[in-house]
């Protein structure tokens, strides 16, 4: 009677290492816990498709905005245009009616992103 008892149980050992894992599982420390970042890494490029996405439309209708503040100033600015015989008075008004505006809004953003 035992030669079958221990019979069955080296079998059973046996069936055990075969079925089981018959290697050791080594892992750095900690390393299941980054599994659950995988996920979150995912939903990362998602928030960066919509940020780039709502920037790109915020910087077109900025662009139409501007382009309208610049008609609307070069009717004003025409007639010192024609006067000083100069066309560059054009350049100077967009670079204060656009280009300030828009460095200073930049800078802003930098100081506030530091």
């Known amino acids: 009677m035992e030669s079958t008892d221990t019979s069955h149980s080296i079998r059973i050992r046996q069936a055990a290492f075969t079925r089981l894992s018959p290697t050791p599982n080594a892992e750095i420390p900690g390393g299941s816990w980054l599994v659950g ?8 490029a998602w928030v960066t498709l919509f940020g780039a996405t709502g920037i790109t439309a915020m910087a077109l209708a900025s662009s139409l905005n501007s382009l309208a503040e610049f ?5 004003s600015v025409a007639p010192l245009g024609v006067l000083t015989g100069r066309h560059r008075i054009f350049l100077t008004t967009a670079a204060w009616t ?12 930098l100081l506030t992103n530091v």
């Open 37 to 44: 970042t995988v996920t979150r890494a995912s939903r990362g």
């Open 98 to 109: 656009l280009l300030l505006p828009l460095l200073l809004a930049a800078g802003l953003g």
């Open 71 to 75: 008609q609307r100033f070069s009717r």
